[in-house]
Structures are given as structure tokens and as C-alpha cells.
């Protein structure tokens, strides 16, 4: 009885890991090719968790920071607005997308070109960092369905 016990417990012990790395994932995250460095650009993903969570902030080295904007509509006029903290709800979809909530890619050290990929890094409250490759698509791609490259990719 004492050698199941101790067996099972070194195989939940082995497992958190796995399920901490998978509470949180982050899905057909894409960012659009910019014109110039001197710009900010936008990145854009899905984020789905397994437990309720938020994603306090983003990094990347292709940029001095980046910022969680919100779109407010005032009439016919929309404003950016930062976002401290990001809620994603246990079992839903949270959608960054063009013409809504984004990733804002300030001071960017190197103009985006089109088919290369730049790291992010997503810092939750609960889930810690994730990093992910960001594909950079077309300067007017709606999202990697609409890019020869695919969804998720």
C-alpha cells in the first residue's frame, strides 16, 4: 500500500509540469508587416485557458515594449486604450484582433518583414511566461486564414 501510494505521487509530481505548461494556450498568433522601424506595429493571437487567469503583459525583443490596447468607440471615433491587465476566462477564447483588442509593438528595433517571425512572451497571473514564435504577415493580412503560410502558423 505504502510503494502505490509513493508511485502515485511520483507520477502526479511528474505531471504538473505538463498540465501547468497547458493550462494556457496561445493560438494563430500573427503580427502585420510594418512600413518603417519608427511605426509601432500590432500583433495579434487566441488566447483559450483551462483555469480562470489573466495576462498581466508582453515582452519581446523586437521591441522597447509592448502594450495591451483595447479599442473604445465614441460614435464614429475609436481610441486605443491601454489595458493593465487582460481577464481570460476558464474554457473561453479570448480573441486579439485587427480592429479590436491587441498587442501594440512600441519602439520597434527593426521594421516587421513579411514572412519572418519574432519571439513574444505572454506573462500570466497564474500560468507564469509563455513564449511563441509570431508569424509576420502581409501589411493588410486580416489573419493566418487569410495568408498563404495557414492558420496557426
Not at 507520477?11 to 519608427?38: F, K
Request: proline residues 5%; glycine residues 10%; charged residues 20%.
Amino acid at each position: 500500500m505504502k510503494k502505490t501510494l509513493v508511485l502515485l505521487m511520483a507520477i502526479w509530481a511528474i505531471s504538473q509540469p505538463v498540465a501547468a505548461d497547458e493550462s494556457v494556450r496561445v493560438l494563430d498568433n500573427w503580427a502585420r508587416a510594418s512600413i518603417l522601424a519608427s511605426r509601432p506595429g500590432a500583433a495579434y493571437a487566441t488566447i483559450e485557458s483551462a483555469l480562470d487567469d489573466r495576462l498581466l503583459g508582453v515582452t519581446s525583443p523586437a521591441a522597447g515594449h509592448v502594450m495591451i490596447h483595447a479599442i473604445e468607440k465614441d460614435g464614429d471615433v475609436s481610441r486605443m486604450k491601454p489595458v493593465g491587465a487582460l481577464a481570460i476566462p476558464a474554457g473561453k477564447r479570448v480573441t486579439l484582433a485587427p480592429g479590436s483588442m491587441h498587442m501594440m509593438l512600441m519602439g520597434l528595433h527593426d521594421k516587421l518583414d513579411e514572412g519572418a517571425t519574432i519571439p513574444m512572451t505572454l506573462s500570466f497571473e497564474k500560468s507564469g511566461e509563455i513564449t511563441v514564435e509570431v508569424s509576420v504577415l502581409g501589411i493588410a493580412a486580416d489573419g493566418p486564414e487569410n495568408s498563404e503560410r495557414g492558420a496557426g502558423q
